[in-house]
T-cell receptor, first 114, second 115 residues
Framework: NAGVTQTPKFQVLKTGQSMTLQCAQD?????MSWYRQDPGMGLRLIHY???????DQGEVPNGYNVSRSTTEDFPLRLLSAAPSQTSVYFC?????????????FGSGTQLSVL | LAKTTQPISMDSYEGQEVNITCSHN???????ITWYQQFPSQGPRFIIQ???TKVTNEVASLFIPADRKSSTLSLPRVSLSDTAVYYC????????????????FGTGTQLKVEL
């Protein structure tokens, strides 16, 4: 049971490039989400999904796309990277959509956009 | 509108008890209070959750007064390895039906433990 796995751990992009941050969980969790963490800002919710085929926007969704074709995977896409997207990205999952349910986090992806 | 308010930072020494208080004046009736811990270069991890009165596990205790407008995380006899950021969270009251686990993380409390 690997929990929540994020790849890559580090990535450097040039402005305008696109890429996908991968997130997978093997706990059969219904709910998955993406956060970004910037110094002094805490964790901010980007997008979330309450099940396969269902996604919704969080607090800071602009510049990011998501899809949820399977229960296990929830990739985050940057279509045209900008320096403002330099951040640490965390994927999280929980067993159900109950907002009191415990979240399990991945180890993060450090992204730098030059 | 911030959902929770915590001290930005706290300092302690090994062996001391540390109490971190969180204010959550707008907590909803059905909300639980959850605390997460984050070490550098890692994702947050759940440490304790409660609804009212007192909850204790192998890591910490959580004290919640009757009005539930605040809560206190208590770490007994801290060590250097307890140096981390601690987040206090409550469920988002705007999300009541199938909206998912839209937990709001603030900036947390940076706890620094020294020898």
């Amino acid at each position: 049971n690997a929990g929540v796995t994020q790849t890559p751990k580090f990535q450097v992009l040039k402005t305008g490039q696109s890429m996908t941050l991968q997130c997978a969980q093997d706990m059969n969790h219904e709910y998955m989400s993406w956060y970004r963490q910037d110094p002094g800002m805490g964790l901010r919710l980007i997008h979330y999904s309450v099940g396969a085929g269902i996604t919704d926007q969080g607090e800071v969704p602009n510049g990011y796309n998501v899809s949820r074709s399977t229960t296990e995977d929830f990739p985050l896409r940057l279509l045209s990277a900008a320096p403002s997207q330099t951040s640490v990205y965390f994927c999280a999952s929980s067993y159900s959509t109950d907002f009191n349910e415990k979240l399990f986090f991945g180890s993060g992806t450090q992204l730098s956009v030059l | 509108l911030a959902k929770t308010t915590q001290p930005i930072s706290m300092d302690s020494y090994e062996g001391q008890e540390v109490n971190i208080t969180c204010s959550h004046n707008n907590i909803a009736t059905n909300d639980y209070i959850t605390w997460y811990q984050q070490f550098p270069s890692q994702g947050p991890r759940f440490i304790i959750q409660g609804y009212k009165t007192k909850v204790t596990n192998e890591v910490a205790s959580l004290f919640i007064p009757a009005d539930r407008k605040s809560s206190t995380l208590s770490l007994p006899r801290v060590s250097l390895s307890d140096t981390a950021v601690y987040y206090c969270l409550v469920g988002d009251p705007d999300i009541l039906t199938g909206g998912g686990n839209k937990l709001t993380f603030g900036t947390g409390t940076q706890l620094k433990v020294e020898l």
